[in-house]
T-cell receptor, first 116, second 116 residues
Framework: ETGVTQSPTHLIKTRGQQVTLRCSSQ?????VSWYQQALGQGPQFIFQ???????GRGNFPPRFSGLQFPNYSSELNVNALELDDSALYLC???????????????FGPGTRLTVT | AQSVTQLDSQVPVFEEAPVELRCNYS??????LFWYVQYPNQGLQLLLK??????LVKGINGFEAEFNKSQTSFHLRKPSVHISDTAEYFC??????????????FGSGTQLTVLP
């Protein structure tokens, strides 16, 4: 069974640029959530995708957007990068069956984004 | 909305000593509770979870946690720590709901350092 993978591992961008981060969910999972972890802080929920539709969003501006593909992999796009966007971006996948269970989330290793 | 407070940002402890990492939460609705561990330059790994039933939950690597509803706490314990337990530990909650947007709300983390 393949776990959650993310690419790239590290990324350096300049303020104002755009970036795309990628996540491959664990085999059999249908839901992907994205989290931002700033240095020295806990992860913060950005949004979640369930069966290719956004299904829940945290307190992040619209320049943070995403996609989920038919194979349940996902992308996180950030436009007009700001210095404060520098963080570890974590992807987590889960198998959601509506009305059942707590939907344990399995995390990938993250992408470290540095904005200069 | 939910919030999580981890009362200690850093906990140093000698090898083979017991340890307790404290977590308190606030929520107007019922929640599930989780502890995750993050090793340097890695993603999050689930240690244990409380969904319902017995308030004492056992997890991996010899960790356990006790859910105390009246004190809204979910403290993590281990009777004897090893050097390899040195890591960042995060307490997290998610709402109990039938919907699929089970976002996790994390605390700010506790750095456990095991000293030889």
């Amino acid at each position: 069974e393949t776990g959650v993978t993310q690419s790239p591992t590290h990324l350096i961008k300049t303020r104002g640029q755009q970036v795309t981060l990628r996540c491959s969910s664990q085999s059999g999972h249908n839901t992907v959530s994205w989290y931002q972890q700033a240095l020295g802080q806990g992860p913060q929920f950005i949004f979640q995708y369930y069966r290719e539709e956004e299904n829940g969003r945290g307190n992040f501006p619209p320049r943070f957007s995403g996609l989920q593909f038919p194979n349940y992999s996902s992308e996180l796009n950030v436009n007009a990068l700001e210095l404060d966007d520098s963080a570890l971006y974590l992807c987590a996948s889960s198998l959601v069956v509506l009305g059942q269970g707590a939907h344990e989330q399995y995390f990938g290793p993250g992408t470290r984004l540095t904005v200069t | 909305a939910q919030s999580v407070t981890q009362l200690d940002s850093q906990v140093p402890v000698f090898e083979e000593a017991p340890v307790e990492l404290r977590c308190n939460y606030s929520s107007s609705v019922s929640v599930y509770l989780f502890w995750y561990v993050q090793y340097p330059n890695q993603g999050l790994q689930l240690l244990l979870k409380y969904l319902s039933g017995s308030t004492l939950v056992k997890g991996i690597n010899g960790f356990e946690a006790e859910f105390n509803k009246s004190q809204t706490s979910f403290h993590l314990r281990k009777p004897s720590v090893h050097i390899s337990d040195t890591a960042e530990y995060f307490c997290a909650v998610s709402r109990v709901s039938s919907g699929s947007a089970r976002q996790l709300t994390f605390g700010s983390g506790t750095q456990l350092t095991v000293l030889p």
